[in-house]
């Protein structure tokens, strides 16, 4: 694995590993359509100034995710993403890239201490989506017992398999298995849950307490994303996900210039060397992360990663109007003093917003109120539009997590669009 953080960093790598880059930057400009119109470029740009190598975006892959692929490349699988806020990204793999993912995902579960007696459940997509297919191949490769169950059992059938097959490992999004431990304890079935690892969306410290007090088990985060596959995973401690993924070039940007942070935190862009389906160079993933080089207290040495939220995640607004996802977070910290499970569902009309923000706590009238006054002042946009009566604001708290909406992979949206015209019912 590679980090680069500083300008120097880029200078000075080490010779071997810089002509490995350089070599990687020429296979994939030559070799994949959407990299080729920078074949110029390489005449003044190698290892040393790589940061001057231009930026792949999300939406260049949406847009045409075909022009990622090397030519030649043989392909045998091909995932997808949700696609919760837009097109799907369509991601190619060749057999040596997921046998590359399946090395990495192998350590990530064992520093989470799977072992070949373990029975996982296994709550992720398989479908279009790589995640259920990697983890059963990794847990195939580890020697434990893997159950498929995947997204089309009802959550009363995962629990009859769950409690039929004696599985004491989940893995699913912290949504989805927290609502399967709710439902547990309201049919007061009894499961021997000994961990449960979690990806696809954050693990909030609500998912963690329910975990331990309905089966007294521990969530280990798994950090990745569909472009890259698995990265990183929590060990004992919970204090970051180790970075395993050896074929990973890892830079940490200023989120506003793009050029090196020179600081360990920033915006998280990727480049997967060696892989030949998909190549991307310079992928902005959308994360902002921090990284420490600190050795862990578990005694392992390989880097940690601390996801830090998204780049300039915004919520539209009727006429153009946004706020931003961060100025909400800050508002539910100074709130909670913590980011509870939240959830916001905007409806644009012609004449204005409905803007509903859904949060899981006790209901508390005190809370409410006070919160709504400080989301009502969280941007410009936002109290001008409620000072003018263009945009409508309610804050609804839950005890109950199946209030939420969920997707397909039983993730919870942070931001849901309803179109104007749908009922009020759809909405919890």
């Not at 990806?199 to 309905?214: M, T, Y």
């Amino acid at each position: 694995m590679i980090l680069l953080v500083r300008k120097n960093d880029y200078r000075n790598l080490d010779l071997k590993i810089g002509k490995f880059l350089r070599n990687y930057m020429k296979f994939t400009v030559d070799e994949a359509p959407f990299y080729s119109k920078f074949k110029n470029r390489l005449r003044d740009i190698n290892y040393k100034n790589f940061f001057e190598f231009p930026i792949t975006y999300e939406h260049d892959l949406i847009d045409d995710p075909f022009s990622f692929v090397a030519k030649n490349s043989q392909l045998a699988q091909l995932a997808s993403s949700g696609g919760t806020y837009g097109k799907r990204k369509l991601i190619f793999r060749t057999n040596d890239d997921i046998q590359k993912s399946v090395e990495t995902a192998t350590l990530m579960f064992l520093c989470g201490g799977i072992k070949p007696k373990d029975r996982i459940a296994i709550l992720q997509p398989f479908d279009l989506w790589n995640i259920g297919h990697i983890a059963l191949l990794t847990f195939r490769r580890i020697g434990a017992l893997s159950v498929p169950i995947g997204l089309s059992v009802d959550n009363e059938g995962v629990l009859n398999i769950l409690a039929t097959t004696k599985c004491n490992i989940i893995y699913g999004t912290p949504s989805k298995v927290t609502t399967i431990a709710e439902l547990s304890k309201k049919l007061d079935l009894t499961l021997k849950i000994d961990k449960v690892f979690c990806a696809g969306e954050p693990i909030l410290q609500v998912h963690r307490e329910c975990i331990k007090n309905i089966w007294n088990a521990e969530i280990y985060g798994i950090y990745g994303s569909e472009e890259t596959d698995g990265i990183g995973a929590e060990c004992d401690y919970h204090c970051g996900y180790h970075i395993f993924d050896e074929t990973l070039l890892i830079e940490i940007l200023n989120p506003e210039t793009l050029l090196p942070a020179e600081e360990n935190k920033g915006a998280l862009v990727v480049t997967k060397l060696g892989y030949s389906g998909t190549v991307l160079l310079r992928y902005l993933l959308g994360d902002l992360v921090e990284i420490t080089k600190e050795p862990c207290k578990c005694g392992r040495k390989e880097l940690r990663i601390f996801p830090r939220g998204r780049v300039k995640e915004v919520v539209w607004l009727y006429d153009g109007r946004k706020v931003s996802l961060q100025s909400i977070e800050n508002a539910l910290n100074m709130i909670f003093h913590e980011i509870p499970q939240y959830q916001i569902v905007v409806k644009n009309t012609p004449k204005g917003s409905i803007l509903t923000l859904k949060i899981l706590t006790k209901s508390d009238n005190l809370i409410k109120k006070n919160f709504k006054k400080i989301i009502a002042k969280s941007s410009q946009d936002m109290e001008e539009g409620i000072n003018k009566r263009e945009i409508r604001l309610s804050i609804k708290l839950f005890k109950d997590p199946s209030k939420f909406i969920y997707t397909e992979r039983g993730k919870t949206p942070k931001i849901i669009y309803e179109k104007h015209g749908e009922h009020e019912e759809h909405k919890s």
